[in-house]
């Protein structure tokens, strides 16, 4: 794969093949922590730093120990345990060295161990059968498809907040046809082919 | 099939897993911060209940803000006595003695006083008959007696008497978690110095008032013209006491038609 076709890979992991629009992954949080922007692009950057590292780390357990060893069919527990791991180790990695970025991220580092986003970003890479540097680039633009999706969701409900909705709207059920108006339009890109 | 497709990956899997606990307990060790053992000490005399009243997550946020300075050491209403003095004694600071605090419910209209607007068999909270038409009783601002409040108390202080919340004063340490479910808002946090408080919220006017419940406040002001320390005040069609003026002599009490104001006990 050439570098355009890396960038145009990236594109449409971002905006086509949006995490939460196209393919409904990691939904959870993306209803759960998206009452403020700032909490929400807290969330993202977690998941951003998660996706990324997990992106590379999976490639490599998939590719030199399940691989050779006709493994394949074992890969959901495989990255769910090795995610788990990388997530604990990168919290207490970042305790020690980078307070700062740790109580950004705060809680939501040790939440989104068992992220179904993450997961499925690690067993998408593998399906597709990318090399290294894809994988990596790969599971960094599906993390900022999901930053973008929640910040931009979180920006819509702040805004809400104030709005007088008929009382049976009120709450939740907004949300959910928000998110839903809001999935339609980023349904637009669909039409962009690649 | 042979046996060693079966071995194969367990192996494999149980290295994998030895593997990670190892690296993580090693890591544990290598990465492993210095935290103000202050912390664990103020925690460990909280009273771990985690109600969040002191509007912390939990009585851990709340060690950690009182060690950092964010919070008074008193911050916790639902503290001991004793347990206030080690939290002082921690941060190298004079004991404070803590003023006792409980909750009360605003309002005496249980099912034999207080007139009903509708039958009630919704989902049993409070919250939810609120949703309804402002919940099953005339009066606006009664308790509506489904138990939110109840199911908030970590301490287990509240009970339905008659169709009303009632806090035990025994058991109730003041936490302020009960307050802040009640959908009426009737519920306060008051101290507990001898004082008088006004068991009603009704906000309507004498006259409806008195069709609602026949232990309302109808806003007579006689409690507010024999206070001798003007700590009574009539708002709203309600009477509220000044707690940090009343002086707990009793006259409001005694002369109070309606028989609504009670002793803190």
């Given at each position: 794969m050439s570098i355009g076709n890396v960038l145009l890979m990236m594109f449409s992991a971002v905006l086509v093949e949006n995490f939460i629009f196209a393919k409904f992954y990691g939904c959870c949080p993306f209803l759960g922590v998206s009452e403020k922007p700032d909490t929400a692009l807290g969330m993202g950057m977690a998941v951003t730093f998660v996706m990324t590292v997990s992106g590379a780390v999976t490639w490599a357990v998939y590719e030199f120990l399940l691989e050779p060893f006709g493994l394949e069919?074992?890969?959901?527990?495989?990255?769910?345990?090795?995610?788990?791991?990388?997530?604990?180790?990168?919290?207490?990695?970042?305790?020690?060295?980078i307070p700062a970025l740790y109580s950004a991220l705060g809680i939501y580092l040790p939440l989104i161990t068992t992220n179904c986003a993450v997961l499925s970003s690690a067993l998408l890479i593998v399906q597709n059968d990318y090399s290294f540097v894809e994988a990596v680039c790969f599971g960094f633009a599906a993390a900022i498809g999901f930053t973008l999706a929640i910040t931009v969701f979180a920006g819509l409900r702040s805004r809400m907040r104030h709005a007088d909705p008929p009382k049976a709207f009120k709450g939740f059920p907004l949300t959910l046809i928000t998110a839903g108006l809001l999935a339609m339009a980023f349904s637009c890109f669909s039409g962009v082919k690649l | 099939?042979?046996?060693?497709?079966?071995?194969?990956?367990?192996?494999?899997?149980?290295?994998?897993?030895?593997?990670?606990?190892?690296?993580?307990?090693?890591?544990?060790?290598?990465?492993?911060?210095?935290?103000?053992e202050r912390i664990p000490a103020v925690q460990e005399n909280l009273p771990g209940a985690n109600c969040g009243g002191c509007g912390y997550s939990g009585c851990a946020a709340l060690a950690e803000a009182i060690v950092k300075g964010n919070a008074a050491p008193t911050a916790c209403n639902a503290c001991s006595e004793a347990g206030l003095a080690k939290i002082c004694e921690i941060m190298g600071m004079e004991a404070v003695k803590p003023t006792p605090m409980r909750a009360y419910v605003k309002c005496a209209g249980n099912c034999h006083t207080a007139k009903y607007k509708y039958v009630y068999e919704g989902a049993h909270d409070c919250i939810a008959a609120e949703k309804i038409g402002g919940g099953n009783k005339q009066c606006a601002n009664g308790c509506m007696g489904l138990g939110t409040c109840v199911a908030a108390c970590k301490f287990d202080?509240?009970?339905?008497?008659?169709?009303?919340?009632?806090?035990?004063?025994?058991?109730?340490?003041?936490?302020?978690?009960?307050?802040?479910?009640?959908?009426k808002r009737i519920i306060r946090i008051l101290p507990v110095t001898g004082n008088y408080v006004v068991a009603c919220?009704?906000?309507?006017?004498?006259?409806?008032?008195?069709?609602?419940?026949?232990?309302?406040?109808?806003?007579?002001?006689?409690?507010?013209?024999?206070?001798?320390?003007?700590?009574?005040?009539?708002?709203?069609?309600?009477?509220?006491?000044?707690?940090?003026?009343?002086?707990?002599?009793?006259?409001?009490?005694?002369?109070?038609?309606r028989k609504i104001i009670k002793k803190l006990d």
């Open positions: 069919y074992l890969k959901t527990v495989a990255f769910i345990l090795v995610i788990a791991a990388l997530v604990q180790f990168i919290e207490m990695f970042l305790r020690k060295f | 099939m042979q046996i060693t497709d079966v071995l194969i990956p367990i192996g494999i899997f149980a290295a994998l897993g030895v593997l990670f606990g190892v690296v993580l307990a090693i890591a544990s060790r290598i990465f492993a911060v210095k935290v103000d202080a509240i009970s339905i008497v008659d169709g009303i919340a009632v806090v035990d004063p025994h058991k109730c340490s003041g936490c302020g978690a009960c307050a802040a479910v009640c959908p919220r009704s906000v309507e006017n004498g006259a409806t008032t008195r069709k609602q419940c026949t232990v309302g406040c109808i806003s007579c002001r006689i409690c507010e013209k024999n206070c001798p320390v003007n700590a009574i005040t009539v708002n709203d069609f309600v009477a509220s006491i000044d707690q940090d003026k009343c002086i707990g002599c009793g006259k409001c009490a005694e002369k109070c038609p």
